[in-house]
């Protein structure tokens, strides 16, 4: 019995020297990267090296993924405990994120004033760029936390006038700039759809979920246009277990066995570009996260203009053709781009207003100055 | 490198066990010291070099320690003047410098400028072992060692090296000498021991930690009357889970390779007096200083007046022993003072009492002295305020339903102890469990296999796992 269990202790390093990489599933999130540190006199002497190899040990053990999803799985089955910042477990085994849910029911992110400045003056800029035949929309999706609010904890089912999302709601409304509400759109499409919308365990709408937004955003552009823009049309769905961001939060969460196991669904799309639908617009978007599943069909290469960009947070810059590489908003020429585009279109969801238009507003003037 | 790290449960450890068990009986004693070295010097490289030095001084003198050695005082004195003076040089050499330099200031004169000296881990176990062995030779109760290398396996053997228990030569100077292969048939229950205190540490004492750690963040302005109670109470069961499990460890890692260490903790918070709590806590450090300061002092044999103040004295040193800082001093002043009290006339008032209400009193005065302890003295006195002001009442502290059920289940352990008989089965538990017959073992195997593993997963998924006794 006494060696079985030093045979135990031995575990971590024979799984050190005889598995390979690819053995184990590796973590997901961001985790400590420790460098190895020469050996030195020195480095001996005054224990960096000591604590350096005791972190090297600790982090970079071949077993460490597969020990990380046990202690992982235990505290969250057990003890519904997880290991990571912004998240909340609502009911049913819906997850949620905290700061999102905080937007929906209690604080306030954005400044009431700041913000019906610079909604005036995108009005403006969207009455302008209209008139030079250009394409605007500000799209809302709902985050999950407001379309099943019901799930959320009692503590924040609370409504609240004041949130982010009914101020901006409110300013659009009040300065005439068309936009779309999304959320009583969803609540109907989640009536019916036999396949999640929104997982229960990520933190944005599923692809299938934006299938139904990017649809609606190709057709009004196409109407936009003339209908000269290639059609985009379902093909077929696939059913399979979720992937990419479908299941963001329990990825994150380093389990081992999958909290939402239902099947999600995949459409695989076909394009339609004959000859009197060739127009492809030169479409800048900015937005959050949710525009992340509307480019994972991988179609939009297909209907935008190769130098289409999309501006996540107004921050990082990506190219319609080459979502791989990134560059700095401060590479671009803003006016240059409105300028030269067909559509722009924003899109943000309902409580993931925490800092927006991240940075739009001081460009704006600009902008305006520019179109006019 | 300590014991609940990542390095020593899954490379130190198992390679040595491993080498340990197979090399042949001749080289096992060079095993350990080899190991007790390498433990050593990856938390302490330099003064690996110093052990080692001081040993070999210390080897020699006490060649003179024999009866007829016309230099044996001389040679104690030499010893002793040896193992005093670089604890003193160590671990006191900073604060008399600072206070000095303080007491200076407030005069008008210069900063004492100085380097500041490091402190060798364990120091202060170590110097006591050598000092232990010193005057049992000396006293002729034990004879010396003759071989130099059961001389280091004494001093350095890495289980009890840097945080005890103290172990007095008497205790294991014929376990040494008659070192042998048959020592080893407690190897599963020492086995069982050390996965019972590497749980305390982990599952409890570091969820105990967590709170403390929580409530210090909060900083002293923040925090309520309620919190500051919930964060004495969470240090004084962290403490005790810490300390005792270390201990547990050391003593089941003894046992795996063949040596009975003295215990170390026996459910001290169910002590009915301060004078019990000391019987109970810390036990190894209380024997030695009974034997080799509180009897040389006189004892009980001399006046009462001079009874209260070997008492005092002996805690002060006890506090001082801990760390070199005003803080320790008061609190082991503040226990030498509740023993003289006790002496004088609480114990017999205490005696009236029920049970209940003198473990209360005990508890509570412990509670108190680590407020002392694990503060410095100017916070402490400030926290002590807080925590009898009893203006708020508010806990904003978010604590897990894992973290409620662990301390529960700390706090239940550490009063479960309740009468004689429970103690006893619960002392003997690990020494009944590794003589079950097969097929309890069967049972009860997989139970500590299980413990073991989850204690190894939660350290490899928690960067936070403070030792208190460490930094002594």
């Known amino acids: 019995m006494f060696f079985i269990a030093i045979g135990v202790l031995f575990i971590p390093l024979v799984f050190q020297y005889s598995a390979t990489n690819e053995t184990l599933q590796p973590l997901n999130g961001v985790f400590e990267k420790t460098d190895t540190l020469q050996f030195s006199i020195p480095s001996w002497k005054n224990k960096k090296w000591q604590e350096n190899r005791e972190l090297l040990i600790k982090n970079n053990l071949k077993i460490k993924p597969l020990i990380v999803r046990i202690g992982h799985e235990l505290d969250y089955r057990l003890f519904k405990e997880y290991h990571m910042a912004d998240l909340l477990i609502g009911k049913d085994g819906y997850l949620f994120s905290k700061s999102w849910s905080n937007a929906k029911c209690c604080a306030n992110n954005l400044n009431k004033d700041s913000l019906d400045i610079f909604i005036k003056k995108l009005a403006t800029l969207a009455t302008l760029l209209e008139k030079k035949g250009k394409y605007f929309k500000v799209i809302i999706p709902p985050s999950k936390e407001e379309l099943y609010a019901n799930k959320l904890p009692l503590l924040y089912t609370l409504d609240n006038e004041n949130s982010d999302y009914t101020l901006l709601k409110k300013s659009l409304a009040n300065n005439k700039i068309a936009y779309w509400d999304l959320l009583s759109y969803y609540k109907v499409i989640d009536d019916t759809a036999r396949f999640p919308i929104y997982s229960k365990t990520s933190a944005h709408w599923t692809t299938y979920g934006a299938h139904f937004t990017l649809l609606k955003l190709l057709n009004d552009m196409s109407v936009f246009f003339n209908g000269d823009m290639p059609n985009l049309a379902v093909k077929s769905f696939k059913k399979e277990k979720f992937k990419g961001g479908d299941g963001d939060h329990e990825q994150t969460l380093n389990l081992i066995n999958r909290i939402d196991n239902k099947d999600f669904l995949y459409p695989a799309y076909k394009i339609d570009s004959s000859k009197n639908k060739t127009f492809k617009p030169k479409v800048i978007t900015i937005g959050d996260s949710f525009y992340w599943a509307l480019k994972s069909c991988w179609m939009l290469p297909y209907i935008y203009k190769k130098d289409s960009k999309y501006l996540y947070y107004f921050s990082t810059v990506y190219y319609n053709n080459d979502y791989t590489k990134s560059h700095s908003i401060d590479s671009l020429n803003i006016v240059e781009e409105i300028e030269s585009c067909n559509a722009v279109v924003i899109i943000n969801s309902t409580h993931n207003l925490n800092g927006f238009p991240y940075g739009l507003e001081k460009k704006i003037d600009e902008l305006i100055l520019a179109l006019k | ?472």
């Not at chain 2, 016309?70 to 900073?94: D, H, I, M, Q, T």
């Not at chain 2, 005069?107 to 000296?117: D, L, M, Q």
């Not at chain 2, 030779?137 to 890495?158: A, C, H, P, Q």
């Not at chain 2, 059920?405 to 690990?430: A, D, Q, R, Y």
């Open chain 2, 1 to 472: 490198m300590v014991f609940s790290s990542v390095l020593f449960l899954s490379v130190f450890l198992p390679c040595f066990l491993a080498c340990f068990y197979l090399s042949p009986q001749f080289l096992k004693k060079w095993i350990i010291v080899f190991f007790s070295i390498l433990f050593y010097a990856w938390g302490a490289p330099v003064f690996i070099f110093f052990l080692l030095g001081s040993s070999v001084l210390d080897f020699f003198i006490s060649k003179n320690f024999e009866a007829s050695n016309p230099f044996r005082k001389l040679s104690l004195f030499a010893s002793l003047f040896l193992n005093v003076g670089l604890l003193c040089y160590f671990k006191y050499v900073n604060f008399f410098v600072t206070n000095i330099s303080t007491l200076g200031e407030y005069f008008s004169f210069n900063e004492i400028a100085f380097k500041e000296v490091l402190l060798p881990i364990g120091i202060s176990f170590f110097t006591f072992q050598k000092i232990s062995y010193a005057i049992d030779v000396f006293r002729g109760e034990n004879k010396r060692l003759t071989s130099f290398l059961d001389y280091l396996l004494y001093i350095i053997m890495f289980p009890q090296l840097i945080a005890g228990p103290i172990v007095r030569y008497k205790d294991v100077h014929l376990q040494i000498k008659n070192f042998s292969s048959n020592n080893f048939d407690q190897k599963l229950q020492g086995l069982y021991r050390f996965i019972i205190g590497l749980s305390k540490k982990v599952f409890i004492a570091n969820t105990f930690a967590l709170i403390v750690s929580q409530i210090n963040a909060l900083g002293l302005e923040n925090t309520s009357s309620a919190e500051a109670w919930l964060g004495a109470l969470a240090y004084t069961f962290q403490i005790y889970f810490d300390f005792a499990g270390y201990s547990d460890m050391a003593i089941g890692l003894g046992l795996m390779i063949g040596f009975k260490f003295p215990e170390n903790f026996n459910f001290p918070y169910l002590s009915k007096s301060i004078s019990e709590f000391w019987k109970r806590w810390h036990i190894t450090l209380g024997s030695w200083m009974r034997d080799y300061l509180y009897i040389p002092l006189g004892g009980n044999k001399v006046s009462t007046k001079r009874i209260y103040f070997n008492l005092v004295f002996v805690f002060f040193i006890s506090g001082f022993w801990h760390g070199a800082n005003w803080n320790f001093i008061v609190w082991g002043l503040f226990h030498g003072l509740f023993l003289v009290l006790e002496r004088l006339f609480l114990s017999a008032a205490l005696k009236k009492m029920p049970v209940l209400f003198q473990r209360f009193y005990t508890f509570f005065i412990v509670i108190i002295g680590w407020v002392f302890f694990s503060m410095d003295l100017e916070t402490a006195f400030v926290f002590l305020k807080k925590m009898f002001a009893f203006s708020s009442l508010n806990l904003e502290l978010s604590i897990s339903v894992k973290s409620w059920s662990l301390m529960l289940f700390g706090i239940l352990f550490s009063f479960i102890g309740f009468n004689k008989k429970t103690e006893l089965f619960l002392n003997e538990l690990p020494f009944r469990i590794a003589n079950l017959n097969t097929s309890q073992t069967l049972v009860i195997f997989p139970v500590f296999l299980f413990l073991l593993s989850m204690a190894t997963i939660w350290i490899m998924n928690s960067g936070f796992n403070p030792f208190i006794y460490y930094r002594f």
